[in-house]
């Protein structure tokens, strides 16, 4: 069963900088592409950032020129630097992992909290 685990959530303070980790567990194959999302409580979860495995980034238009993805193929983790953070970007992140099968997987969420 393929498990990821989220860490690097917290409070920080606005203009501030976090590190969100992701790594992921019980395949053989890793993830076709891995991605970052989140959710503020009672709206939908919305795409933050992608990356394929060939590297191919996306980013949400709001956190362009702010955030950072990246991946290491070898041990199958996605880590999301966020800097500049504002209130804005307060939510629950979730990792979710897509393997070429088309199964995605997700992971249990971390908050982060912008706050001063």
């Known amino acids: 069963q393929v498990q990821l685990v989220e860490s690097g959530g917290g409070l920080v303070q606005p203009g501030g900088s976090l590190r969100l980790s992701c790594a992921t567990s019980?395949?053989?194959?890793?993830?076709?592409?891995m991605a970052w999302y989140r959710q503020d409580p009672g709206k939908q979860r919305d795409l933050v950032a992608l990356?394929?495995?060939?590297?191919?980034?996306k980013y949400a238009d709001s956190v362009k020129g702010r955030f950072t993805i990246s991946r290491d193929n070898a041990k199958n983790t996605v880590d999301l630097q966020m800097n500049s953070l504002n209130a804005e970007d307060t939510a629950v992140y979730y990792c979710?992992?897509?393997?070429?099968?088309?199964?995605?997987?997700w992971g249990q969420g971390t908050q982060v909290t912008v706050s001063s």
């Open positions: 979710k992992a897509t393997y070429i099968s088309g199964t995605q997987y």
């Open positions: 019980g395949s053989i194959f890793g993830p076709l592409s």
């Open positions: 990356i394929t495995r060939g590297g191919s980034t």
